[in-house]
Every structure is written in structure tokens, then in C-alpha cells.
């Protein structure tokens, strides 16, 4: 009888690794299935955007407004993750998130352009606050050699769940009768994202130090390589949300294709997302400098977008393979928040501080290459834009992307 407890205590011991090992698969799981959900809201609505201004009949300036939302929530709402975490907890903000979105999303097909707009702002101001919240998360609930494969991971569901949804969104039009029903559909993501969350819950547990902490410090404002990380983040939203915003459409009016095509081309570009999600941020978080990662991805978006002025109908495929291999960038401009920074805390606060007004500058994008659309007729002006925006994000990837920290 003595020897039962001193017999228990070896299982118990073995017994711990294994629930943590189960526990930090579940919050991959949990992480993937949540980073899904965060692209859906835009590229659905881009893939029928058409149709849905023919229906609303809404003004091309309304179309512009609603293309620029979420970067404008990404701004805005980013902001107040913090302050949400810190009185919530990461976990529990996350999990809240996901019934807004999937509200959001739902709520914006059943009425007309009002309602439209208002579940859009409600589905994309719970995405920023999951854009900031769930790389905190990660890093803080996972050893630092695993944090890149997991932020990897992370970055190439993103890319998936807006891959899924721009190549699907049109299809299903056709067999549910109409735009409403194929976009409001992916509010079912939603829900399947919020069970698996709350399931992760009993993963390994973050510590909310990491955004808690209040202590005074030096002002990120102040630091030259913040700023340069922050604008280099900024200019590549600003190049991907003006892709799922508006690629469709460019390539209905500039190639000549249909809208499941130009649809299908959409989700082409952002599918390349996900092998470079996976490839990229562990090799470019092992290497000394990220600039050449940087440089390169944002000349391959740059020659991309070249083909489209000048050629969009010779080479379509070769241009939407180069966009979608510079749109990879997003997951090393993550992990460049990651390396330019020495602590968790600093972690937390340079990622808020490239979010909130990352996406406020990415905010311009979609709405001016919508305005400049409208006033000029063509592509012409707009696409010009963006090759500017390329370029100078290749002058900052080679700044953002050298060994120092903020």
C-alpha cells in the first residue's frame, strides 16, 4: 500500500508532457482555424463586388468606403487590443472576437447598402483585434524555437481562409440563388473557428504580462526603426488589401475575364501565401538580416503589378504568380515585428504600434485606387499608385530588415 503513491507519481510525471504536447496542438488548431477567419470578410465581397453594386445601386465613391473598412478598422480598433487584453485576458478578447465577426458577417447580407456597411465595420473590427491579439498570443505560449513555425503556420491559414473565399465566393452565388446567401455563408467559418478556440483553451496558458505590464518606457514614437518597420508593413496592407479589394475587378475590365475566373485568379494569389508563409519566416528568422527577403518579395509584387499596366492580357498568369509571391510578404513583415524587437512586452507594443498605424496608412490604398478608378475611368493612374507604394517598400524592407532593435 506504501508503494501505490511513489508508483502514481512516475505516471503522473509522464502524463505531463503528453497533455501539453495535446494542449499546444489544440492551440495551433485553435490559432489556424481563428487566422482563417480574418480574410474571408474582404476577399468574399471583393469576388462579388460587381454584382453587389448593380443590386444596391450604390455610387462608385460608396464602393471605394467599403473597400477601405477594414484597413480603416485594422487602425482603429487595433489600438484598443491592449486595453481589451489587459482587462480581459488574450484568450477570452479572441474568443468574443469570433462571435462579432461571424455576427458581422451575417448581419451584412440581409439588408441594403446601411447594413451592408455596418456588419462589415462590426466583422472587421473584431478581426483587428484578433490581428494584434493572436501573435501575441502565439509568442508568448510557445519556446522562441518554435515560434516561427507556429507564426508560419498562422500566417499560411490567413492566406488559405482568403484563398477559400475569393475562389468560392462566385460558384456559390450560382447555386444559392444570389450574392447575399454566397457571401453570408462564410459566417459558418466563424462558428467552427469559435468551437476549436474555446476547446484550445486548454492548451498551454499565455502570460498576460505580456501585454498587462504597465511600467514606464521609452516611446516607441521616438525609435527611427519603428517607424520604418511600421511604414513597411503599412505599404505591404495597403498592396494586399488593394488586392483583395479590387484585383477582381482589374482583371474583368483590363484581361477580360469572367467573375469566377477573376475570382479563381484572386485565390490563386493568395494560395501562393501559404507555401511562403510556411518557407519563409523560419529561413528569414535564422538568417542575420531580413533585407533581402524584404527587397526581393516586394520587387516580385512590383514587376507583378508592371505586367498588369502595360500587358494585363499577354502574360495574366506570370503577373498573378509575381503578385502573389510579393504577397507573401506578410508573414516576414510579422516576423520582422518579432526580430526587431528584444522582449515579449516590446513585442506587444511594436505590434500594436505596426498594426494600428500600418493599417491606418493601408487605409488609403483601397479607397484612393477606388477614387482614382472612378475619376479617370481606367486603370491606369490607380495601378501607378501601387507601383510608387512598391518601390518605396523596397527602399524600407532593406531598413526594416537589418539586425537591430528598436
Known amino acids: 500500500m506504501t508503494l501505490s503513491p511513489q508508483l502514481d507519481q512516475p505516471a503522473r510525471t509522464r502524463s505531463a508532457p503528453a497533455a501539453s504536447v495535446a494542449g499546444g496542438l489544440a492551440l495551433v488548431v485553435g490559432v489556424m482555424l481563428a487566422a482563417a477567419n480574418l480574410r474571408p470578410a474582404v476577399t468574399s465581397l471583393a469576388a462579388v463586388l460587381s454584382e453587389v453594386r448593380d443590386t444596391l445601386g450604390v455610387s462608385a465613391a460608396w464602393t471605394s468606403a467599403v473597400t477601405a473598412i477594414p484597413t480603416l478598422c485594422f487602425g482603429l480598433v487595433g ?51 484578433c490581428n494584434v491579439l493572436i501573435p501575441v498570443v502565439v509568442k508568448d505560449s510557445f519556446p522562441a524555437g518554435k515560434v516561427g513555425a507556429v507564426t508560419g503556420a498562422y500566417s ?104 469566377t475566373t477573376a475570382g479563381q485568379l484572386l485565390a490563386i494569389v493568395m494560395v501562393l501565401g501559404v507555401p511562403v508563409s510556411m518557407i519563409v519566416p523560419p529561413l528569414a528568422a535564422r538568417a542575420r538580416s531580413q533585407s533581402a ?21 499577354t502574360a495574366t498568369g506570370l503577373w498573378i504568380l509575381l503578385i502573389g509571391i510579393g504577397m507573401g510578404v506578410f508573414p516576414l513583415a510579422l516576423t520582422l515585428i518579432t526580430l526587431r ?52 517598400q523596397i527602399a524600407l524592407g532593406h531598413v526594416a530588415g537589418r539586425p537591430r532593435y528598436v
Open 79 to 129: 489600438m484598443l487590443a491592449p486595453w481589451f487584453s489587459r482587462r480581459y485576458g488574450a484568450r477570452a478578447v479572441i474568443s468574443g472576437a469570433l462571435v462579432l465577426i461571424t455576427a458581422g458577417l451575417a448581419l451584412r447580407v440581409v439588408d441594403g447598402p446601411l447594413v451592408l456597411v455596418a456588419g462589415t465595420f462590426l466583422a472587421c473590427a473584431a478581426i483587428a483585434v
Open 156 to 259: 499560411a491559414a490567413l492566406s488559405a481562409g482568403g484563398a477559400v473565399a475569393a475562389a468560392f465566393t462566385a460558384p456559390l452565388e450560382e447555386l444559392v440563388g444570389g450574392w447575399r446567401g454566397a457571401v453570408g455563408m462564410w459566417a459558418l467559418l466563424g462558428v467552427l473557428a469559435l468551437i476549436c478556440w474555446r476547446l484550445a483553451g486548454r492548451g498551454p496558458a499565455p502570460s498576460e504580462a505580456v501585454v498587462a505590464d504597465s511600467a514606464p518606457r521609452r516611446s516607441l514614437l521616438r525609435s527611427p526603426l519603428a517607424w520604418a518597420v511600421t511604414v513597411f508593413f503599412g505599404f505591404q496592407s495597403l498592396v494586399a488589401y488593394t488586392v483583395m479589394g479590387w484585383l477582381p475587378e482589374i482583371l474583368r475590365d483590363t484581361a477580360g475575364v469572367s467573375a
Open 293 to 313: 527577403w524584404a527587397m526581393s518579395m516586394a520587387l516580385s509584387g512590383f514587376v507583378g503589378f508592371a505586367g498588369l499596366l502595360f500587358a494585363p492580357a
Open 341 to 392: 524587437a528584444r522582449t515579449g512586452q516590446e513585442t506587444a507594443r511594436l505590434s500594436a504600434m505596426a498594426q494600428s498605424l500600418g493599417y491606418l496608412i493601408a487605409a488609403v490604398g483601397p479607397f484612393a485606387v477606388g477614387i482614382l478608378h472612378g475619376l479617370t475611368g481606367g486603370w491606369t493612374v490607380p495601378l501607378t499608385l501601387v507601383l510608387v507604394v512598391l518601390a518605396a
